[in-house]
């Protein structure tokens, strides 16, 4: 090898490695993460209820259709929901998303209504009776808008990462894959 071919080479082998190497990104701000824990609880609260019932209904060897439908419905507004906030958060400062806007309020308070009817037919078929207190599902309505603005003025390719990401940590299984 000529010694003028060496500098080449390892320019390009450099470049090759750089180009390879993700770039580092900014970490997210804590309350983005900590609101997103905070609908990932509540996921985990519905996801837990019907886990409950599902299992109640094979120890008593009863038919979980009923439950199996207020599942399912809940779920269905809950995805719409998941569906608004992976688009706002790809559209960024676009979306301009608030509480009260009614596209967004179209999506989120009828999730939020059905997931908390789910967790009271829950709660009353397994024990018989409901608590006063609201379940924290409720809150996603508010949730949604602050985790918007947390990641709005990120790089597109961050906040296309990011709702996809949103997307997995706090969608709700199939009814079919709950053990």
């Known amino acids: 090898m000529k010694h003028a071919q060496l ?11 750089f180009a390879q190497t993700p770039a580092k ?5 804590s309350a ?14 519905v996801v837990g209820a019907a886990a409950q019932l599902k299992a109640d209904c094979a120890k008593k060897k009863e038919d979980c259709a009923a439950a199996m439908l ?8 809950y995805d719409g929901w998941v569906t608004v906030m992976k688009l706002a958060i790809k559209k960024g400062k676009a979306r301009n998303l608030k509480v009260d806007d009614p596209d967004y309020k179209a999506a989120a308070e009828p999730a939020a209504k059905q997931s908390a009817a789910f967790l ?20 996603i309505v508010d949730l949604g808008v602050k985790i918007w603005k947390e990641i709005r003025n990120a ?3 961050r906040r296309d990462s990011e709702a996809e990401s949103f997307a997995k940590e706090v969608s709700w299984p199939a009814w079919a894959d709950i053990k």
Not at 36 to 43: D, K, W, Y
Not at 124 to 137: E, H, R, S, V
């Open 25 to 29: 990104q900014d970490p997210l701000p």
């Open 32 to 45: 983005y993460t900590q609101t997103v824990q905070r609908v990932v609880s509540a996921r985990t609260e």
């Open 155 to 157: 790089q597109q390719e």
């Open 120 to 139: 009271k037919y829950a709660e009353q078929t397994l024990t018989g009776q409901t608590k006063a207190a609201a379940p924290a599902i409720l809150s």
């Open 7 to 17: 500098p080449i080479l390892l320019f390009m082998s450099c470049a090759a490695t």
């Open 70 to 77: 207020a599942y399912n419905k809940a779920k269905g507004q």
